[in-house]
């Protein structure tokens, strides 16, 4: 001891030698060396579980990696409670309960160590431990990658997380690990998760990839700061931030996220700085709640794999994008919801397929110098309440620049809209708004358009080549109402006198429970000069048939659809027979309340006749009365070809299809959108399936009031309300899929919650049950969050304590 290096060499005999004597096992070993002392291990396996209580030197043999394999029957395989420095092992644990390489104390440091193991945690740090890791592996199918809990600190660098049955990294009780260059992926948890006040990480250059959950998951006021990291092919949301939670991104990229690639709740705060989201399936920030903030500066939203907007910002939160991109999205900001409001400066905003800007429900957004261009609607405000401004901002290349509808009422000024293809500024149902100083131009419709008598104010406006005049105002029902008109001008160079319109219908945006309450369905242009689709190969028909036997309740249903399926199969045959078949019109009304299932029935049934060879494609087109009614006259007709033609070769699914035909539809366009679609399946009967569906009263009215396309269905089905057995049926189904499971007393507590929950005009069916299960997982997440050491049945249990409160 006297040089301070102790030499270990492996005699033959599975006995330890030292200079001054013999030891029976490395932990003796371990025993008798002193501070500074050095161990090198010959390579074996040693099932012995050690513990380093000195700052000695543990290292495998110099050119055999991974050649000495600590693999203890069970228990944690190495401790750590000293600041040690151990080099070149192989560990391997099987102890549920006990992470295989435990940091207790010190500032060990660990190098190039690979954890292959069924533990609890691969490697776990607690308490006052600082260590400084690099190079490891954890492979761990049985819990956590690596845990830092209880306050512990350290730094991780160029380390990997393969495999985790939990979370790839957590962070709890007051931890705060550094990370660089890491990597994490094939986690059955989050990828990083950062849980509890005086949590926090700081991440950089580190990649999350293959995860089945949120790659980082933020909770319960912890903070994190990610600079040049990448999170990407998640099966959950990219980066979720819940219950206070604070997090800066900076220079991140995350994409190929197929639900939100960021989402906020709970009076979260997030910083975005010089990053990029793409690649999304829903929102590519969702932001929610009162006290929820985004601050988004020099980033890059873009690509959207979904229907949904490009940002979402409700129930009260804040957004600010400052010289930020967002393009080639279906929709790109909407806004709604008292108290939500949305600040952008200097932003582009390009290759929108729908609508820019929607503001709804009482929400404001302030736009300041922002370009919007090749969008269908560059900004919505569409009802009472809500507001903002506009200023100094141009819209180029849209089918109308800026509506105003149902009682809404911003502030426009200085803002220039060029080339669009119906209006430039379009006012109608009591919008209200003040235009100073904007200007149209190259309009192929009108610069202004103010329709119904809205008492809207423009001063100091100029409109220079519209096609169809500078200004059109439209008075309601001779009442004299109407703009107030101050210092306008106009070339008036119109190409030819055109008399004053009928007032258009505007699309009006119809809220229902859920994301997306507000949000109209994306409507795209065809493409004319593309080459047809080749039609995919579709499932066998018997398949199809079992997932439809797989949903819950239905019966009636199933059995009718059965029923077509049937009649249509065996006229096949007889066909094919050379016989006669009888004729059997596959169009269909479904009735019922929202969340019964008729859109997963009816893209079922789009499958099914694919794979009789009734359809070329079976896809199914999703449609409502916004892709089908036009603002102006001609325009309807268009748009509902255009949904015609995408559904070409598989099912035309109009939902709320009654809204075609509203009772008071005196000036209404819904009309011309009924007499097209019926010419449309007279003309084109055997290459496209028509499905209306909507509330049974307000379809039986529909159907009544519109005998032309009445006779064009002969099968109604009736989809019923679940019940509460079947509402049961769901959450455990939702369970199973994101492996949860009800405890015992939690599935008589949600049949008597069900039982009796009110089943008013609003309630959601299976949209209920489903929203049941995710506040069951809030609250349970809030429960369990707060346990020091969850075991798998805390994470996985739900209790009858875990329901929400009845409304």
Not at 208 to 224: H, P
Not at 690 to 719: D, K
Request: some cysteine; aromatic content about 4%; glycine content about 12%.
């Amino acid at each position: 001891m006297a040089q301070g290096s102790v030499q270990v060499t492996h005699s033959g005999t599975s006995r330890w030698r030292r200079r001054t004597g013999e030891y029976s096992s490395l932990a003796a070993a371990l025993e008798a060396a002193g501070d500074g002392d050095v161990l090198t291990v010959p390579a074996g396996t040693y099932r012995e579980n050690l513990v380093l209580q000195r700052a000695v030197t543990l290292r495998g043999p110099d050119g055999a990696r991974g050649s000495v394999r600590i693999a203890p029957p069970d228990g944690v395989a190495l401790t750590i409670r000293a600041s040690a420095t151990v080099h070149d092992l192989h560990l391997e644990a099987t102890d549920s309960a006990s992470p295989a390489l435990l940091v207790e104390d010190g500032a060990p440091e660990l190098a190039d160590i690979r954890v292959v193991t069924r533990s609890a945690a691969g490697i776990e740090v607690r308490g006052g431990a600082r260590p400084t890791v690099r190079r490891c592996t954890v492979d761990n199918a049985g819990g956590v990658g690596i845990s830092v809990l209880d306050g512990a600190g350290g730094v991780f660098e160029e380390c990997e997380v393969m495999a985790a049955g939990q979370a790839g990294v957590a962070v709890r009780g007051g931890a705060h690990p550094r990370l660089e260059r890491c990597r994490v992926h094939h986690a059955s948890g989050a990828g990083l998760s950062l849980t509890g006040e005086g949590s926090a990480v700081e991440a950089v250059g580190c990649e999350l990839y293959e995860i089945k959950g949120a790659g980082v998951q933020v909770a319960s006021r912890a903070t994190g700061h990610l600079t040049d990291c990448t999170v990407h092919r998640t099966t959950a949301d990219g980066v979720t931030l819940d219950t206070d939670a604070v997090l800066t991104l900076a220079d991140c990229d995350i994409h190929d996220i197929p639900e939100n690639a960021v989402d906020l709740r709970s009076r979260s705060v997030l910083t975005l700085t010089r990053s990029t989201v793409r690649h999304f399936g829903r929102n590519g920030l969702s932001v929610w709640d009162p006290g929820t903030r985004v601050d988004a500066n020099q980033c890059e939203i873009h690509d959207s794999t979904g229907d949904y907007p490009a940002v979402w910002v409700s129930d009260g939160a804040t957004a600010v994008l400052d010289s930020t991109r967002v393009h080639d999205v279906p929709d790109a900001l909407f806004v709604l919801d008292r108290g939500s409001r949305a600040d952008v400066v200097d932003c582009d905003i390009t290759q929108v397929r729908n609508t820019a800007v929607s503001v709804s429900d009482g929400a404001t957004v302030q736009l300041d110098d922002c370009r919007i261009r090749e969008t269908s609607t560059g900004a919505w405000f569409r009802d009472h309440g809500s507001g903002g401004t506009l200023a100094n901002c141009t819209i180029d290349g849209a089918q109308t620049g800026i509506i105003v509808t149902k009682g809404a009422d911003p502030t426009i000024e200085g803002c220039t809209v060029s080339s669009p293809a119906e209006a430039g500024f379009y006012v109608s149902a009591e919008g209200r708004g003040t235009f100073h100083g904007c200007r149209v131009t190259g309009s192929s419709g009108f610069g202004f358009h103010v329709i119904d008598g809205c008492r809207t104010t423009l001063t100091r406006c100029r409109t220079e080549r519209c096609a169809r005049g500078g200004y059109e105002f439209a008075d309601a029902q001779g009442t004299g109402a109407g703009p107030a008109i101050e210092d306008c001008t106009s070339d008036e160079s119109r190409t030819t006198e055109v008399p004053a319109m009928a007032a258009p219908a505007v699309r009006q945006a119809t809220q229902t429970a859920g994301l997306l309450g507000s949000v109209p369905a994306p409507r795209q242009a065809p493409a004319a000069t593309s080459a047809p689709e080749t039609p995919a190969p579709g499932r066998p028909a018997e398949e199809v048939l079992g997932e439809l036997d797989t949903l819950v309740g239905l019966d009636s249903v199933k059995r009718e659809v059965r029923s077509l399926i049937n009649m249509i199969e065996v006229g096949r045959r007889r066909q094919e027979a050379g016989l006669k078949a009888a004729s059997v019109r596959r169009h269909l009304v479904f009735t019922g309340s929202p969340g019964t299932g008729k859109t997963t029935v009816a893209r079922l049934y789009g499958e099914i006749l694919h794979a009789l060879g009734v359809l070329e494609r079976g896809h199914l087109v999703e449609v409502s009365r916004v892709d089908l009614v036009g603002e102006h006259i001609g325009s309807t007709a268009i748009r509902t070809q255009e949904a015609f033609d995408r559904a070409r070769g598989g099912v035309l699914f109009i939902d709320e299809a009654y809204a075609l035909s509203p009772e008071d539809s005196g000036r209404d366009f819904g009309k011309e959108a009924i007499d097209t679609l019926v010419k449309l399946m007279e003309d084109h009967r055997e290459s496209v399936v028509v499905i209306v569906a909507g509330y049974t009263a307000e379809m039986e009215r529909f159907l009544a009031v519109n005998p032309g396309i009445s006779s064009r269905f002969s099968r109604t089905i009736r989809f019923g309300d679940y019940a509460p057995e079947e509402l049961l049926r769901i959450v455990e189904q939702q369970g199973e899929e994101h492996e949860y499971r009800l405890a015992e007393g939690a599935g008589e507590a949600l049949l008597k919650y069900f039982t009796a929950l009110p089943k008013g005009p609003s309630f959601g069916n299976g949209r209920t049950a489903r929203q049941t299960f995710e506040a069951m997982v809030e609250r349970h997440a809030g429960r369990v969050a707060r346990l020091t050491e969850p075991s798998t049945d805390d994470l996985s249990l739900l209790y009858a304590e875990d329901l929400p409160e009845l409304p």
